[in-house]
């Protein structure tokens, strides 16, 4: 029995990737099509259709014959806009619909990309009026406007940036700490937009995650004074104030997957059971905690520039001063130096140590430890503002749950060092 050719099983792909793209967009826009004569002119079968003329143009390998194609689906589009944009001005149909057609045609080279896109265009699609009431009325002016310039800092700086040491040690290489700093704006900047949207959440929990992302310490803090304003709520506000340091391992492991991705692997499994005791405290301490409504005050601001400047200088700061000391007094030095900066942000401490131990200066055990203490400080200032805002009784609620989160962390580390 002879095999079927190798072309055909691409061929075949991407028919079925353009047909897949082609129904699941054309799905979401037959939804919104209309009936009637003023009904929308392209529904589920004109899109797949459009999908399936990209992919014929593009196995024809003929880039005459894909570009006649494409300026046909745009003629149509246009014609189909020029009759119903006094019904319905948007452009919105007609645009996805050349983009389906340029998804057929990359479903020959790129299958799997395109079966992605698809997806993400499908559900741009779908989350209209979601996107339409985020954006007019969740966002201010200046929160659009901030995180258009968060944008540009990776988009625009960021490529622009040398990719190479600036200085004697080795250690500050532009690139890598910007890129760092976008990444940790973007998880912050995400968890401020989730804040803004389930502000109506039915518990404290989700709004502690999210504001996690912004910053952990003062989520407990904005947690202290729902439980100093409500006693009712101190079990929801302790359960949001747990959620905080799952959303701090999170960062913290994207972090290291950024900067030093053996290093990750490594301390993935320790910052994993400080995510699961968090969640599982969490869950107890809120299993009777009554509906919360959020408020809008949120524990700080996302897309401020300035955070983004403050964190590179701090990472730059940190990783000379480490490399400084482990210069003068070997890798006990820039141990010391990175553990003391965790009190104020163990995001950067854990940058620094994960780049020092990528150039050399701290071997991968000394790096694990460093990050260690870093995140012990961070947990020893969270305590202290656990209870100077919210008194013993939310203090000690919230430090049993640190106690247990740290002592699972340091048991796997040193284990991990053991053996």
Not at 99 to 110: E, H, K, P, Q
Not at 288 to 300: C, H, K, M, R, T
Not at 314 to 342: K, N
Request: net charge positive.
């Amino acid at each position: 029995m002879n095999a079927t050719p190798p072309i055909w099983s691409a061929v075949y792909s991407a028919f079925v990737v353009a047909l897949g793209v082609g129904l699941l967009i054309g799905a979401e826009r037959e939804r919104n099509k209309g009936t009637g004569p003023a009904r929308g002119a392209a529904g589920v079968r004109t899109f797949v259709l459009v999908a399936l003329l990209g992919a014929i143009a593009a196995v024809a390998n003929l880039s005459t014959m894909v570009a006649v194609l494409g300026a046909a689906v745009t003629v149509l589009a246009a014609i189909s806009y020029w009759r119903t944009r006094n019904d319905d001005p948007g452009l919105t149909t007609e645009v996805a619909l050349l983009v389906t057609y340029a998804l057929g045609v990359l479903a020959v080279s790129y299958p799997q990309a395109t079966a992605a896109l698809g997806v993400m265009v499908a559900i741009l699609l779908a989350s209209r009026s979601w996107l339409h009431e985020l954006i007019k009325r969740q966002l201010s002016d200046r929160e659009v406007l901030d995180g258009l310039l968060l944008a540009a800092a990776a988009l625009i700086v960021l490529p622009l940036l040398p990719d190479h040491a600036l200085d004697p040690y080795g250690v500050v290489n532009p690139r890598v700490i910007w890129r760092i700093t976008v990444l940790v704006l973007l998880i912050n900047a995400l968890g401020y937009v989730s804040m803004r949207a389930f502000k109506t959440s039915r518990g404290l929990a989700l709004s502690g995650l999210c504001g996690g992302f912004i910053s952990s310490t003062a989520t407990i803090a904005a947690m202290a004074v729902y439980s100093r304003q409500t006693p009712a709520w101190m079990r929801a506000a302790a359960s949001g104030a747990a959620m905080s340091s799952v959303s701090t391992a999170l960062q913290l492991i994207l972090i290291l997957y950024l900067a030093n991705p053996a290093l990750a692997s490594a301390l993935l499994p320790a910052l994993s059971a400080l995510s699961l005791i968090a969640v599982m405290y969490a869950g107890w301490l809120a299993r009777d905690a009554e509906d919360i409504q959020i408020s809008n005050q949120l524990p700080g601001r996302a897309f401020e520039l300035k955070h983004s400047f403050g964190f590179a200088l701090l990472v730059t700061a940190v990783m000379f001063i480490s490399a400084f000391l482990a210069d003068r007094y070997g890798a006990m030095g820039a141990t010391i130096g990175v553990a003391l900066v965790g009190f104020a942000d163990a995001h950067a401490s854990t940058a620094s140590a994960a780049t020092l131990a990528l150039n050399g200066t701290l071997s991968g055990s000394e790096a694990m430890l460093t990050i260690m203490l870093a995140i012990s400080a961070n947990t020893l200032s969270k305590a202290i503002v656990a209870f100077a805002t919210g008194g013993k009784a939310f203090g000690f609620r919230v430090v049993f749950g640190l106690m247990m989160m740290m002592a699972a962390l340091w048991v796997i580390v040193v284990s991990t060092l053991l053996y």
